[in-house]
């Protein structure tokens, strides 16, 4: 199932459910995607042998301590050999807390676009500051993960094909869903899958209980993905 315009179905879901009440049943879309700011970076110089896929997660504070040893198997696992088997390229997944000014952002219930342009300025002082080499801003991906959605109907933000997303600990799917906008995939690519019983695909827009999570991207989407990072060396 896809929508064309997903923006309409969406403000009805939005007005039919109640209110953020807990992870399981998130009721509304998960993210609006931004339109990309002027002064994002393109691609930076080509090297000569196939790189990894890298992607750094800052950890917010907020994110209990006794929640930080599962992260990785409860979100990014499936992920990432998703993304292996998508792109043939291995998955490298850096986790960095208590790294300011990523650790103590305000996240909640204010505006995204600024939001996301800061946070995109601080992590490209922080690439600058700590030297970090970056063959490809399409192989190079940075995530601030938080414990809680940024409003009460946004789990995360990104542009579409930018360098940096935030994704809530909402849902199981959030950190896969916006890290797939950064690779380029869209709602409109994402699909419900059936294999039994209705599973939404990684950047599905809605995330309903009722549904289970398929744990990986639709075909359209693993098309544009591999398409968007066959273009890095
Ligand atoms: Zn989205």
């Given at each position: 199932m896809m929508f064309n315009n997903y923006r309409l179905p969406l403000l009805a879901l939005l007005l039919s459910f109640p209110p953020?009440?807990?992870?399981?049943?998130?009721?509304?879309?998960?993210d609006p995607v931004l339109a990309m700011p002027i002064n994002n970076p393109g691609p930076a110089v080509r090297a000569s042998r196939l790189e990894p896929i890298k992607v750094t997660v800052f950890l917010h504070d907020d994110i209990p301590a006794n929640t930080r040893a599962s992260i990785n198997d409860s979100y990014f696992s499936a992920w990432r050999t998703e993304m292996e088997s998508i792109t043939g390229r291995k998955v490298e997944i850096k986790y960095i807390a208590n790294q300011a000014p990523f650790n103590?952002?305000?996240?909640?219930?204010?505006?995204l676009d600024p939001l996301l342009q800061q946070l995109g300025s601080d992590v490209y002082e922080y690439i600058r500051r700590n030297n970090i080499e970056i063959s490809s801003y399409r192989t190079n991906k940075f995530l601030l993960l938080t414990k809680?959605?940024?409003?009460?109907?946004?789990?995360g933000v990104a542009y579409l094909g930018g360098t940096t997303a935030i994704a809530s600990m909402?849902?199981?799917t959030s950190p896969a869903h916006e890290l797939g906008h950064l690779l380029n995939g869209t709602h409109e690519r994402s699909a419900v899958l059936y294999n039994g019983w209705w599973c939404e695909s990684y950047i599905f827009p809605t995330r309903i209980a009722f549904r289970s999570n398929c744990y990986r991207y639709s075909d359209g989407n693993r098309e544009a993905i591999a398409a968007y990072i066959s273009d890095a060396p």
């Amino acid at each position: 199932m896809m929508f064309n315009n997903y923006r309409l179905p969406l403000l009805a879901l939005l007005l039919s459910f109640p209110p953020l009440s807990n992870a399981e049943v998130f009721p509304a879309h998960m993210d609006p995607v931004l339109a990309m700011p002027i002064n994002n970076p393109g691609p930076a110089v080509r090297a000569s042998r196939l790189e990894p896929i890298k992607v750094t997660v800052f950890l917010h504070d907020d994110i209990p301590a006794n929640t930080r040893a599962s992260i990785n198997d409860s979100y990014f696992s499936a992920w990432r050999t998703e993304m292996e088997s998508i792109t043939g390229r291995k998955v490298e997944i850096k986790y960095i807390a208590n790294q300011a000014p990523f650790n103590n952002l305000k996240y909640q219930n204010v505006a995204l676009d600024p939001l996301l342009q800061q946070l995109g300025s601080d992590v490209y002082e922080y690439i600058r500051r700590n030297n970090i080499e970056i063959s490809s801003y399409r192989t190079n991906k940075f995530l601030l993960l938080t414990k809680n959605s940024l409003n009460a109907s946004n789990a995360g933000v990104a542009y579409l094909g930018g360098t940096t997303a935030i994704a809530s600990m909402a849902t199981y799917t959030s950190p896969a869903h916006e890290l797939g906008h950064l690779l380029n995939g869209t709602h409109e690519r994402s699909a419900v899958l059936y294999n039994g019983w209705w599973c939404e695909s990684y950047i599905f827009p809605t995330r309903i209980a009722f549904r289970s999570n398929c744990y990986r991207y639709s075909d359209g989407n693993r098309e544009a993905i591999a398409a968007y990072i066959s273009d890095a060396p």
